[in-house]
């Protein structure tokens, strides 16, 4: 059962991943073809911006991530050893380089993992984690975490903001060549006739859909990755239970304080606790279920 949740998330992931990259082409092209009268021109230009956006977060993503969430980075195992201690057991059972360790000065529960791969990686944990969670169910947490490292998922989530972020640039940019009277000629439109009419409609589609497609794809991405890290902290500790009493204790707690909103859903549950039509985490008790199946 577990290798097969495993085996399952992935390929959801290479779809949902896939479709991000479509979405990012199609909306380059339809708004080249219509207002930048080149719909090569459109899809070359929504490569470069996506390819350029996920280098730029790639390039230092652990520092610009913590300062967003305003985590102090633990350089010595005397500060925080029994964190320490767990990371470092945890890392060794995934097989991946010991992370960086950051500590969230917030009362409330929570923990994230961040980085580009697994050499080059970072965990973070909130005070309230360290005070409320007992060993076992720090374990069950730190597993899941590096299960994030080992699995990849941090790269992809990486990649999903930085091509979240290339879509709205170019619904913007489409935005600008609509208003200030981009696209093709008007003479141009007229024999073109319904075709012309066609690609009109399609970018105007584009410029508007296109950022609240680029959030639900991140959402399915990100929901996803959840239940496979849940998976894959199973397989790193062969005890379900210490991550089922910590997601317990973790949804009954406040949200935080001083949490980034745009990096939410890196959390290991939403730290925020609002329930919205875009949540990034999968319901709590969902995965409580799947993971009492293991």
Do not use: C
Not at 158 to 177: D, E, F, M
């Amino acid at each position: 059962m577990l290798y097969q949740q495993i085996a399952q998330n992935k390929r959801k992931t290479i779809l949902v991943m896939a479709g991000f990259f479509a979405l990012v082409s199609v909306i380059g092209a339809a708004i080249g073809a219509t207002f930048l009268r080149s719909w090569l021109f459109g899809l070359v230009l929504a490569i470069i911006l996506g390819v350029f956006y996920a280098l730029s977060m790639m390039s230092n993503s652990i520092d610009v991530v913590m300062k967003m969430n305003r985590a102090t980075e633990i350089t010595d195992k005397q500060q925080a050893p029994e964190l320490w201690n767990i990371i470092e057991d945890m890392a060794l059972v995934g097989k991946v380089s010991m992370p960086r360790v950051f500590i969230i000065d917030d009362p409330s529960p929570n923990a994230f993992a961040t980085g580009n791969d697994p050499q080059h990686s970072a965990v973070a944990v909130t005070k309230g984690l360290l005070q409320r969670l007992n060993r076992e169910e720090l374990e069950g947490v730190i597993a899941h975490e590096v299960s994030h490292i080992r699995n990849y998922d941090i790269r992809l989530q990486t990649t999903a903001i930085a091509l979240t972020s290339a879509i709205s640039l170019l619904a913007s940019i489409g935005q600008s060549a609509y208003f200030w009277g981009g696209g093709r000629r008007r003479d141009d439109e007229e024999k073109s006739g319904g075709l012309e009419l066609l690609f009109s409609i399609l970018a105007i589609l584009a410029i508007i859909l296109g950022p609240i497609a680029a959030t639900l794809v991140q959402m399915a991405l990100s929901r996803n990755r959840e239940y496979l890290a849940d998976a894959s902290a199973v397989e790193l500790t062969r005890n379900p239970y210490g991550l089922i009493s910590a997601l317990q204790k973790i949804s009954n707690s406040e949200p935080m304080q001083h949490v980034d909103q745009s990096s939410a859903a890196l959390y290991i549950t939403n730290p925020l606790k609002g329930k919205d039509l875009f949540a990034t985490h999968p319901p709590i008790q969902e995965r409580i279920e799947r993971l009492q199946k293991m």
